[in-house]
């Protein structure tokens, strides 16, 4: 009995050697990446750069959810995915105070976090990707303030979802760039949460309430293309002047309204998506320590080389 008992033991040991021995490569890990919503064309974007990414990568299966601007819903999608035992989190938060305690517990319970675009509170992740928001909305402030009105004139501000950390940052650098140019004022601002057809709706109560409007600025393309159907359909585009942010290369996004002048600004703003899956690959299989911030170059897109970047895109 006792040698029998020596064997099975000598062999159950064999057979953990030869697991734990698998290759970092050959190993299978699962991704979850908790999406906010799916309502913005450049969150589409991201899931697909995910998407395309991931298939470089034959060891790595991801699995989407999508919150739909839901807080309760985007905590529940990552609980689920620590009660998976998934192997690491992608995720954008929708709001950065609520989503801040269940990162923390994913973090903690010792599964890899990378935050995309959106920050939560606190450093309890593991790494952060996007672009500078300060930045580009101090770029569009200043371009405003030097080049679309430099004889000033009144804005009206279209904000993203409240709580969200690239909206606040973008307002920010936003109002540090135009307060170059005094004679720049806003006069009304409000959430359209980062959402076209909302978008159209407060537009128009702006449109209602103020007859000289020289520009909307709105934290994201979409929005700006709802300020400009608004506007179109008061018969009032003539004259006004719209910017956004995203500038997604595609046949209806921010560089193609650019050509096509319906908007006189945009800047790119680049999804990550790709970089979240390289950094994954870097952590799980190569088993580095990844940089706990990486900030992503970005570019103002104007009508001078909106052509030249669309086609750099392969945008025909």
Known sequence: ??????????????????????????????????QCNLGEPWRVAMNDQIAAAAKDYPMFEVIFSDAAQDNSKQIADIENFIQMGVDLIITSPNEAKPLTNVVKDAYESGIPVILLDRKIEG???????????????????????DVLLP???????IKGLEGTSAGMERHDGFRAGIAKNPKIEVIAMNNADWLREKAITIAEE????????????CHNDPMAEGAYIAARNAGR???????????LPT???GIKSVIDGRLSLTMIYPTGGKEAIESAYALLVEGKELEKTVVLDTLAITPENAEEVYASFGGK
Do not use: H
């Not at 004889?151 to 501000?157: R, S, Y």
């Open 237 to 247: 585009e003539e004259g006004m002047l719209f910017v956004g942010i995203d500038g």
């Open 151 to 157: 004889d000033g004139g009144k804005v009206c501000e």
């Open 1 to 34: 009995m006792k040698r029998f008992l020596a064997i099975l033991f000598v062999s159950v040991m064999l057979v953990g050697l030869v697991l734990t021995a698998v290759p970092a490569e050959e190993k299978k890990f699962v991704i979850g990446m908790a």
């Open 206 to 217: 702006m449109l209602q309430v103020n007859e000289d409007i020289a520009m909307f600025f």
């Open 251 to 253: 046949p209806d996004g």
């Open 123 to 145: 450093d309890t992740y593991t790494q952060w990707i996007g672009a500078d928001n300060v930045l580009i909305g101090k770029v569009c402030g200043e371009y405003i303030a």
